[in-house]
């Protein structure tokens, strides 16, 4: 079954640079959802679209943007990168629906495995 | 207060042993809720849905109190490759809340 493809799996940036996170949600997905983790912290959400709209704001600094487009990718985009940026970052998908539900066997939302960004 | 909170551990526990954590969400309006596995530097993985009559898949059993607003994971027969991070998930209103998660590790 297909997955959340996130790209690049590891990425190195200087300082005051600029990266950018891909992801590619599950087929018939309407939800993705960014999360940055730290290390030995817990995931904290970013940000979530719902059919190409940004659906709610979490912790997400002014230096980031993200976007979903017409084909239910999204992309993170992080300028003026900080050392403090260096984590592991998470984007999951889900269908609204199912989450309301709780529904056995559907796997409510689905995290990729993960862009790793170092800040140097 | 966080919103959800969890015992961060870690629970040091013999193999075959059983172990329970429970989770707390303070908000009453939350919906749905689960308990996710996550290993070290790897994405978060479901382990099981909560439901209020309670649900059990092989050695896991989930439990909801609405009314005390907690949820809990039982293990039972402890297995070494039981040993992560167990993270309590609340949805309210769509937004996926987290808690800090619960360090279990087997110990042979």
């Known amino acids: 079954a297909a997955g959340v493809i996130q790209s690049p799996r590891h990425l190195i940036k200087e300082k005051r640079e600029t990266a950018t996170l891909k992801c590619y949600p599950i087929p018939r997905h309407d939800t993705v959802y960014w999360y940055q983790q730290g290390p030995g912290q817990d995931p904290q959400f970013l940000i979530s679209f719902y059919e190409k709209m940004q659906s709610d704001k979490g912790s997400i600094p002014d230096r980031f943007s993200a976007q979903q487009f017409s084909d239910y990718h999204s992309e993170l985009n992080m300028s003026s990168l900080e050392l403090g940026d260096s984590a592991l970052y998470f984007c999951a998908s889900s269908l609204v629906g199912l989450l309301r539900e709780g529904s056995s066997g559907a796997n409510v939302l689905t995290f990729g495995a993960g862009s790793r960004l170092t800040v140097l | 207060r966080k919103e959800v909170e969890q015992d961060p551990g870690p629970f040091n526990v013999p193999e075959g042993a059983t172990v329970a954590f429970n989770c707390t969400y303070s908000?009453?309006?939350?919906?749905?809720f689960f308990w996710y596995r996550q290993d070290c530097r790897k994405e978060p993985k479901l382990l099981m849905s909560?439901?209020?009559s309670g649900n059990e898949d092989g050695r896991f059993t989930a439990q909801l109190n609405r009314a005390s607003q907690y949820i809990s994971l039982l293990i039972r027969d402890s297995k070494l490759s039981d040993s992560a991070t167990y993270l309590c998930v609340v949805n309210r209103d769509d937004k996926i809340i987290f808690g800090k998660g619960t360090r279990l590790h087997i110990l042979p």
């Open positions: 908000n009453s309006a939350s919906q749905s």
């Open positions: 909560v439901y209020s």
